[in-house]
């Protein structure tokens, strides 16, 4: 059962004062507004602090606390929030590929499926310093601008991976299916994600921040700000590839 959030505060927040009907223009400004206002970020996991899933514990940390949170929280809020005005969506899981090298993966990030009348798009607004601020259509090998980068979506079978052009190349991000997850499917997710020793968001302090045109980025002791084809600090634990790092 989805909990209808607090509109009021959450448009506060994110700083949003427009429409709230069930359409594309507004799912933009939302993928656009949620990233430049919340940040994504790691401090719980980081300090051993067990990270909460249910509904007013995230809305509690990130629209009243004004912190930030991680994929699970912030994509979790952000469906609620899609849910709750309407959207056609599903949650799905993914597969972090990006930085692992072929490693196997466990389905350990989360998005959503939203359904329009334009077709379908995936809507992440949680995957640190490679977030893609705008909703991406599910329309395979179409190169896909945004504020922050060029994205695009490639399928083979029933798998669909996700794709950042970083100067002239492409790297993939993750994969994942259209399946419907479930709360458990996330919380098992969750468990891993923010308690075991060799989780990325243990063993590393991050924050990021996405603005009009640049991204901020925190990865341990390294600090990046830039633009769209290069950014710092994901899920991928490598070194920040934007320059001015102080």
């Not at 090998?141 to 991976?161: I, K, N, P, W």
């Not at 020793?197 to 990021?208: E, G, V, Y």
């Not at 009009?212 to 341990?220: A, G, K, N, V």
Request: proline share 6%; charged share 20%.
């Amino acid at each position: 059962m989805i909990i209808e959030p607090n509109f009021s505060a959450y448009f506060n927040r994110i700083g949003y004062a427009g429409p709230r009907e069930p359409s594309l223009a507004v799912l933009r400004e939302l993928c656009a507004c949620h990233p430049r206002h919340i940040p994504f970020e790691c401090l719980d996991p980081f300090l051993g602090i067990g990270v909460d899933l249910d509904f007013s514990a995230i809305q509690t940390k990130l629209i009243h606390s004004r912190r930030g949170g991680y994929c699970y929280e912030l994509n979790g809020l952000f469906h609620d929030v899609l849910a709750a005005l309407g959207f056609s969506i599903t949650a799905v899981a993914a597969r972090v590929v990006y930085g692992f090298k072929g490693q196997p993966r466990p389905l350990t990030h989360r998005l959503t499926l939203v359904r329009l009348a334009e077709g379908s798009f995936i809507a992440d607004v949680g995957f640190g310093g490679q977030t893609p601020t705008a909703p991406l259509r599910l329309e395979p090998g179409l190169e896909q601008a945004t504020q922050h980068g060029a994205y695009r979506v490639s399928r083979e079978g029933d798998v669909f991976e996700l794709q950042l052009k970083f100067n002239d190349s492409w790297e993939a991000l993750y994969r994942f299916t259209l399946e419907q997850q479930a709360p458990i499917d996330f919380e098992v997710g969750n468990w891993f994600t923010s308690t075991h020793p060799r989780s990325l968001f243990t063993q590393n302090l991050i924050a990021c921040r996405g603005g009009r045109e640049t991204c901020q980025s925190l990865q341990r002791r390294s600090f990046c700000s830039g633009s769209g084809r290069s950014r710092g600090a994901s899920h991928s634990g490598k070194r920040p590839r934007v320059g001015g790092i102080t």
